[in-house]
Structures are given as C-alpha cells and as structure tokens.
C-alpha cells in the first residue's frame, strides 16, 4: 500500500480536491472576493464571505462532478502547493549558493549569479505544482466521499465535514 493511500492521507487528499472543486465553481459567483481553504481528513474550511447555501450548492456540484470524471477540478492554480513548490526550489538553489566556507563577505559576491538563476528556477518550477497537486496533494476518485455538513463557524468561516 502506497503512503499516499493509507487512510488518514487518502481523506486529506480527497477532501482537499473537493475543496479546489467547491473553490472552483464557487468562484464565478463571487469574483471579487478572495476565497481560500484548508483540508484535513474530515473535511474542510472554506475562508471567505460567501453565502452558506452557496456554498452547500457548490460543493454538493463538484463532488457530483469529481464523480462524473471531472479531475482537473481537482487542480487550483491557486493552491499552497504551487506556492511552496517554487519557494522551495528556487529558496534550495539560493541556499545552495550561498553555503560553503569561508567569509560572507566573499560569499555575498555570488549574489549577481545566484539572483537570476533562483528567478530562473523560480520560472521553470512552475508546471511542477500543479503536477504534484494531481499526483500527491489531491485525489480526484472521491470513492465513498459524502458530504456531512455545511455549517458558518463565523463570519466568512464554514466548515464542509465529510466522511467516507
């Protein structure tokens, strides 16, 4: 059994794919408003002002979509991995650069050549995040996934509880 399907991984996955999903659909109804979430295996939060039966109607959408096949809805171009990703891999290459011994000084001197290429990688990385969103961070076959709640915890806070 692979890592990424032991149990409590395999729910984060797939309730973090409902959550790009829900994001998604979402969206276009409100498109001035910045929205975002978080998943974890019972579920997940969505931040943002939005309208709770909107957001019951979006989710209940896009599990019904991921269903039908709809894996791409699975893959946000606003997600934390395609983030992280590109931080990660150019801030490597920077470190990289900037390790070693002697003086900082002398080391400092290597900032010119370290810039462009950390931007470079930076640049390239790019297509990366959203291929580890599809093969490692989300799971698109929702399997036994149903939706158990959709509850306003405050203003611009709910909390999609899952199970399955």
Known sequence: MSLLNLPLI????R???????????????YPARPLGGHSNPTGFVILG?????????????????LRAGESDLAIHPGCGT??????LLAGSLAWFGLSGSGPMRRRLWRIPLILPLAILVWG??????????ARVTTEAEMG?????????????????????
């Not at 395999?10 to 996955?13: C, H």
């Not at 002002?49 to 209940?60: K, Q």
């Open 10 to 13: 395999l729910e984060t996955r």
């Open 15 to 29: 309730n973090h794919a409902l959550e790009h999903a829900t994001l998604k659909i979402l969206g276009p109804k």
């Open 49 to 65: 002002d939005v309208d709770t039966e909107d957001l019951r109607a979006a989710a209940d959408e896009a599990l019904k979509r």
């Open 82 to 87: 395609n983030y992280a990703t590109s931080g």
């Open 124 to 133: 390239l990385s790019k297509p990366l995040g959203p291929k580890l969103q």
């Open 144 to 164: 036994a996934l149903e939706i158990l709640s959709v509850q306003k915890i405050r203003p611009a806070l709910h909390r999609i509880s899952t199970r399955g």
